[in-house]
T-cell receptor
Framework: DAKTTQPTSMDCAEGRAANLPCNHSTISGNEYVYWYRQIHSQGPQYIIHGLKNNETNEMASLIITEDRKSSTLILPHATLRDTAVYYCIVRLTNAGKSTFGDGTTLTVKP | DTGVSQDPRHKITKRGQNVTFRCDPISEHNRLYWYRQTLGQGPEFLTYFQNEAQLEKSRLLSDRFSAERPKGSFSTLEIQRTEQGDSAMYLC????????????FGQGTRLTVV
């Protein structure tokens, strides 16, 4: 699996958009970008994934650069409940394991 | 089906004892994964099954660790002769193999070895 690099921590004001970056410069052509988050003392929760096109679901949007070397997860209107550790993972869609880094701790402040 | 279920949620054991954890995946999922997570770190892959076959094991899975999924449904993870370094959260996840392959995680079993 390609390695990812994320900032250790970020803050965001409640109601504002949270933009979480991820670098994956060694991504291969058939590897997808997956995002999970983990709220304290819970298991990781799937958010979204994509290959090359931007994706949106009810939780978030995923913007992948044209060269696919980086991506941004966007939470359009962050709430206090979005405070969590966010993990960016790169892998083949049908791969067995996921390689998690240490993620970005997002703190949403009132 | 309410998701991936893990039992117990918490386990405190004395060093040297054996422990066994159970994971019940989402019923139609044929893949099941085990991860370990220590404080402040992301989850680390241990092993995964496709149906009853164990397809990959991490080097983290020492010979004191064994995982089974005998009928391709629930799975157990056993740790023999526990050590203090085994203290961690043990996470189970399940997924399909085709189509949407995102993994769904359980709440984890927190092991404390004293």
């Amino acid at each position: 699996d390609a390695k990812t690099t994320q900032p250790t921590s970020m803050d965001c004001a409640e109601g504002r958009a949270a933009n979480l970056p991820c670098n994956h410069s060694t991504i291969s052509g058939n590897e997808y970008v997956y995002w999970y988050r983990q709220i304290h003392s819970q298991g990781p929760q799937y958010i979204i994934h994509g290959l090359k096109n931007n994706e949106t679901n009810e939780m978030a949007s995923l913007i992948i650069t044209e060269d696919r070397k980086s991506s941004t997860l966007i939470l359009p209107h962050a709430t206090l409940r979005d405070t969590a550790v966010y993990y960016c993972i790169v892998r083949l869609t049908n791969a067995g394991k996921s390689t998690f880094g240490d993620g970005t701790t997002l703190t949403v402040k009132p | 089906d309410t998701g991936v279920s893990q039992d117990p949620r918490h386990k405190i054991t004395k060093r040297g004892q054996n422990v066994t954890f159970r994971c019940d995946p989402i019923s139609e999922h044929n893949r099941l994964y085990w991860y370990r997570q220590t404080l402040g770190q992301g989850p680390e892959f241990l092993t995964y099954f496709q149906n009853e076959a164990q397809l990959e094991k991490s080097r983290l899975l020492s010979d004191r660790f064994s995982a089974e999924r005998p009928k391709g449904s629930f799975s157990t993870l056993e740790i023999q002769r526990t050590e203090q370094g085994d203290s961690a959260m043990y996470l189970c996840a399940s997924s399909f193999t085709g189509g949407n392959t995102e993994a769904f995680f359980g709440q984890g079993t927190r092991l404390t070895v004293v």
